[in-house]
């Protein structure tokens, strides 16, 4: 039965836990051993949450889920406070058990009252303070109130904000935690601290991470009021809320409650629209698995973050033309009848989206940034998918090819791996590249397809190495951008208190280079958003995680040649030198590994001397009782991607010194 024609209908307890189960398989959990929050605010749509919730639970006779409630107070007024404890009054009626209040900690010096974009930092906020609280509770799942007016709110918003097809999918059932960047255990990774300090490399691929999930996406608000009025339950209306002037989105719910939008722009045709949207979104992320599951990854090293991987031919996976029935004839037709072009270049368009979809997967494995926009990318499916997609004007030197993406440095590699006839087919395809026919036509500004390139075999991959792009060594004063900074975390000692770094210590030229200053103190942080550390030591200094350069390489390597060295030592490295080459060989990804190291300012240590290299799990001899660590490489968004138990296996050495 649809939205409009239940408009009024009151929302029985099987209906909500069908609801329940279905929002959380759409993350491929089956609602077992699942501890939840809940995030309540004591208006109507969280009432109606905390109420079918908890006959939810009551419902249960075995595994019962675990629960935990939260009402965050946002100190934006000086009756919030008031607010939050009447709503937290009202909701353990419901519930059977108190709601935790949280207040919200505003940045010194801001006034919530009289802050502009009170809403998008109040969220930031929120959310954070909730990630938190999840985290502290071994939440895994905070579940929210949003409903189906909400999507169509949501779905008319973006359409006048121009968004594209993935974000006209309206509302996601279940999502990650936004806004929780950095916060080991609520971002991209698990709430776990059995792991044992030491020096070992890198081991381990992060998962997990707190999921909000809405149930109750597919209720209008209608339904909710209804059902808490049958069950006698009340609920505070925000006023704020009725104010059209107040956001754009209170001005959005006043055109859809008004009914003077045309037909198109009504909440029943929005939901359909967001419902096509995401049928065509969730078909095209199909056919990105399948050119995943059709790669061929030969090699992820963990230590320096690079991948060596084989891309097959597009067209030969993915087959939208010959679709004749099921989703991928609808894909196909929508492509065609998407409206103002022809069916040919919507065709075109479609596959244009799967590669790009397809290539930020790739990068997303190896890359520094939360978000990967390939939008301004137009030719990296030409570069990818040479027989399927135009190039654009882009030039390869005759022997390296290489490029850099979106912090990502791509090198083209000859394929050593394949078979001859593949080799060979391969092999005519790069010698194309390399030409200077290829060269001048692309200075020209030609375009071209590789329809003409001899081939002995139908299925030609081509071999890429992916790794971060490395950081510049030297930076001139006017390219000190924050992109251009390197990431640098500053460890405590257990005894000292996590401060700043003091003013005089800032101006010392060491900082020009580095980013912000992330301070920790027995705790994990997101280096470079790549790998999740946590540093522990007793010295009165702190220590510093930077990139680990060609300098600094020089001076780690020679503090172990010194006089009087012990033949364990020489072994240990002449072992260590052979872990280095052998990690991203021939590449320069092995200049963007973290390096512990000692700050400036520290008497009797010589400023910016590296003392481990964590990754690779090497420590400077006489160190070996002053510091130790945990490291996690970042969580992967595709797992299907990469093999990641045997690519630990594969590519995490001993060291000589770890077995007798």
């Not at 570069?383 to 290489?402: E, H, I, V, Y």
Request: glycine residues 6%.
């Amino acid at each position: 039965m649809s939205i409009a024609s239940r408009a009024h209908a009151t929302i029985d307890a099987l209906e909500f836990s069908y609801a329940l189960r279905y929002t959380l398989s759409q993350h491929g959990t089956n609602g077992g051993k699942i501890k939840f929050g809940l995030a309540l605010s004591g208006g109507v749509d969280s009432t109606a949450l905390a109420y079918m919730f908890a006959r939810h639970v009551e419902r249960m006779s075995q595994l019962k889920p675990e629960f935990q409630a939260f009402i965050v107070d946002h100190k934006a007024r000086p009756e919030s406070s008031e607010e939050a404890k009447l709503a937290a009054s009202r909701l353990t009626k419901v519930l059977g058990r108190s709601p935790s209040i949280i207040p919200l900690k505003w940045p010194a010096g801001v006034d919530p009252s009289n802050t502009k974009a009170f809403e998008s930092h109040a969220r930031r906020l929120r959310y954070q303070a909730l990630g938190e609280s999840c985290r502290r509770h071994s939440i895994t799942h905070l579940l929210l109130g949003h409903h189906a007016d909400d999507v169509a709110e949501t779905v008319l918003l973006r359409l006048s904000r121009g968004h594209g097809r993935a974000g006209l999918q309206g509302i996601s059932p279940v999502a990650q935690i936004p806004h929780c960047e950095g916060m080991h255990g609520v971002y991209e990774s698990r709430q776990s601290d059995d792991d044992k300090s030491g020096h070992d490399t890198v081991s381990k691929v992060e998962t997990g991470c707190v999921l909000v999930a809405r149930p109750l996406l597919g209720f209008s608000k209608e339904r909710l009021v209804a059902t808490c009025l049958q069950a006698g339950k009340h609920w505070v209306n925000d006023t704020t809320n009725q104010d059209p002037t107040c956001t754009q989105r209170n001005a959005a719910r006043s055109l859809l409650e008004s009914m003077r939008l045309p037909v198109a722009l009504r909440a029943k045709s929005l939901h359909a629209f967001a419902e096509k949207n995401r049928r065509t979104v969730a078909q095209e992320d199909q056919h990105v698995k399948s050119l995943i599951d059709a790669c061929r990854v030969g090699r992820l090293d963990l230590r320096s973050g690079t991948m060596w991987v084989r891309v097959p031919e597009f067209d030969k996976v993915v087959r939208i033309e010959d679709a004749k029935s099921g989703e991928d004839a609808r894909l196909y037709e929508d492509a065609k009848s998407d409206g103002g072009a022809a069916p040919r270049d919507k065709h075109a368009a479609l596959k244009h989206r799967i590669a790009i979809k397809f290539i930020r997967e790739l990068f997303d494995v190896v890359s520094h940034k939360e978000t990967i926009d390939l939008r301004n990318f137009q030719g990296l499916p030409g570069l990818f998918f040479p027989r399927d997609f135009d190039f654009a004007p882009f030039t390869f030197g005759r022997k390296a090819k290489k490029l850099t993406f979106g912090g990502i440095m791509l090198e083209m590699l000859p394929d050593r791996s394949s078979t001859d006839d593949d080799n060979r087919a391969t092999t005519a395809l790069n010698e194309w590249l390399a030409s200077r026919r290829f060269r001048e036509g692309i200075q020209r500004g030609m375009q071209r397809r590789l329809d003409t390139v001899p081939s002995s075999q139908p299925q030609v991959y081509t071999r890429w190495r992916l790794h971060r792009q490395p950081f510049a060594e030297r930076i001139r004063k006017e390219e000190l951008t924050d992109t251009a900074k390197h990431p640098v975390v500053m460890f405590q000692g257990s005894q000292a208190s996590p401060d700043l770094p003091s003013d005089a210590s800032l101006r010392n030229p060491f900082w020009a280079h580095f980013g912000e200053v992330i301070i920790k103190k027995d705790s994990f942080a997101l280096w470079d958003g790549r790998y999740w550390l946590r540093v522990y030591h007793d010295l009165p200094h702190p220590l510093l995680v930077t990139t680990y350069d060609h300098a600094q390489h020089r001076r780690f390597r020679d503090s172990w040649w010194k006089s009087g060295m012990s033949q364990k030592s020489k072994a240990l490295m002449h072992q260590f030198e052979d872990d280095f080459e052998s990690s991203s060989r021939d590449s320069q990804g092995r200049w963007t590994m973290p390096a512990i190291s000692i700050p400036p300012d520290v008497p009797d240590l010589r400023r910016g001397t590296v003392v481990a290299l964590p990754t690779m799990g090497w420590i400077k001899p006489g160190w070996e009782t002053k510091l130790a660590w945990n490291i996690h490489y970042k969580k992967i968004s595709m797992p299907d991607l990469v093999p990641v138990d045997s690519s630990i296996r594969w590519h995490t050495r001993e060291r000589v010194h770890s077995k007798k």
